[in-house]
């Protein structure tokens, strides 16, 4: 599958949550798809699923414009944080609705997913708690087997057991049936090790897309003697900066520095990356 956007844009009346976007995602893989709220994200996942069109741009899935299009969207699983599902609703009802929209819908997979979080079959909508209710959302994400399958913080009400069942789930489904997953979370940590690629927006526009490892070899964090780390960075593009009792540490984004005695090179972990690029100050040290 391959996702094309070019210099899309979408308004709500005056105000744009998406400007000037353009990105390239193809292949099967697990993304990451990073901002802080407000960012765009959510219309961004909801335009890929032909919930609206874009107010100027392209947007193409596989060559074709996802919104009024069934043929792309019956390949598109968007499971957002909230809003999935008509409260009057069972949970089978939900599973067989979700069986004839999908064309590779896994019954059997769902019914074993439907075991797992503990969900009953005759349980209605809107007596769900929250929790349960990501769960159900979880369980149509991945039973689809959808060719793009798009998970929009789903894991809301979660405890950190079921959460980790999830990941686990979520890595588990995309090796037996490999796919274009795009994954939107603010628990960056809990998840970095499944992504591939990861794509930050920023006020509506596309700060970053590369992959883990690319982004990770292309950062450095120095920490040492505020003078020694000083004279090292004079004139570098600093990503960040903290300073303590004579002490400080930077994180500098692709620039090269010569190894120096007293002072120590490290990584950041993609979550406190994510911090940076997006010009938040933290105070604990990398």
């Known amino acids: 599958m391959e996702i094309k956007t070019t210099n899309l844009q979408k308004a709500y009346r005056k105000n744009y949550a998406i400007q000037d976007f353009t990105l390239d995602l193809e292949g099967e893989k697990i993304i990451g798809l990073l901002g802080k709220n407000g960012a765009g994200k959510t ?13 100027n741009g392209q947007l193409t899935i596989n060559g074709q414009t996802p919104f009024n299009h069934y043929d792309v969207t019956k390949n ?18 939900i599973l067989e609705i979700s069986a004839k929209f999908y064309p590779n819908w896994d019954h059997e997979y769902a019914e ?56 686990d789930l979520l890595l ?5 049936n ?58 570098l593009d600093i990503l960040h900066q903290s300073s303590m009792l004579g002490q400080k ?14 002072v120590d090179v490290s990584k950041s972990t993609l979550q406190e990356l994510f911090v940076y690029l997006t010009k938040e100050e933290v105070n604990t040290h990398a």
């Open 76 to 93: 598109i699983c968007l499971v957002m944080e909230s809003n999935n599902f008509n409260n009057k609703f069972r949970v089978k009802d």
């Open 43 to 55: 219309t961004f996942m909801r335009m890929l699923a032909g919930h609206f069109q874009p107010t």
């Open 178 to 235: 490999p796919r274009l997953i795009i994954l939107s979370t603010h628990l960056i940590d809990e998840v970095s090790n499944l992504f591939e690629e990861v794509v930050i927006m920023q006020e509506g526009k596309l700060l970053l897309h590369d992959t883990v490892d690319h982004l990770a070899s292309k950062h450095l964090v120095l920490s040492g003697n505020k003078e020694k780390i000083d004279q090292l960075t004079n004139g």
């Open 249 to 262: 540490t930077v994180v500098l984004y692709d620039e090269l520095v010569e190894e120096t005695d007293g």
């Open 172 to 176: 588990e489904s995309y090796q037996k």
């Open 112 to 167: 074993r997913l439907r075991q797992v979080f503990r969900l009953k079959e005759k349980q209605k909508i809107k007596t769900l708690s929250k929790g349960m209710y990501s769960a159900l959302g979880i369980i149509v994400g991945l039973s689809s087997h959808a060719p793009i399958t798009i998970f929009d913080e789903p894991y809301i009400g979660l405890d950190a057991s079921f959460r980790s069942t999830f990941y």
